[in-house]
């Protein structure tokens, strides 16, 4: 399993899962709160970040 999923990949496994970069590696400072966490059933496609459609990482969340 990998520790890093981006952005059009599929979910290994339902859960939570959190924001951990941009794709393209430049910082993002201004991600809210609302959507540094995203739930996700087994399957579901990694969402781009919701507030600027940019491509992300996502990591599973303990």
Do not use: C
């Not at 952005?7 to 993002?28: C, I, M, N, S």
């Not at 739930?39 to 599973?60: I, M, Q």
Request: no cysteine.
């Amino acid at each position: 399993m990998a520790d890093r999923y981006k952005t059009g990949e599929q979910a290994p496994q339902a859960g939570t899962y959190a924001f951990d970069g941009l794709v393209d590696g430049r910082k993002k400072d201004n991600v809210t709160e609302d959507e540094k966490h995203i739930e996700l059933s087994n399957g579901d496609t990694f969402p781009p970040l919701r507030s600027s459609k940019e491509a992300a990482y996502w990591k599973k969340s303990n």
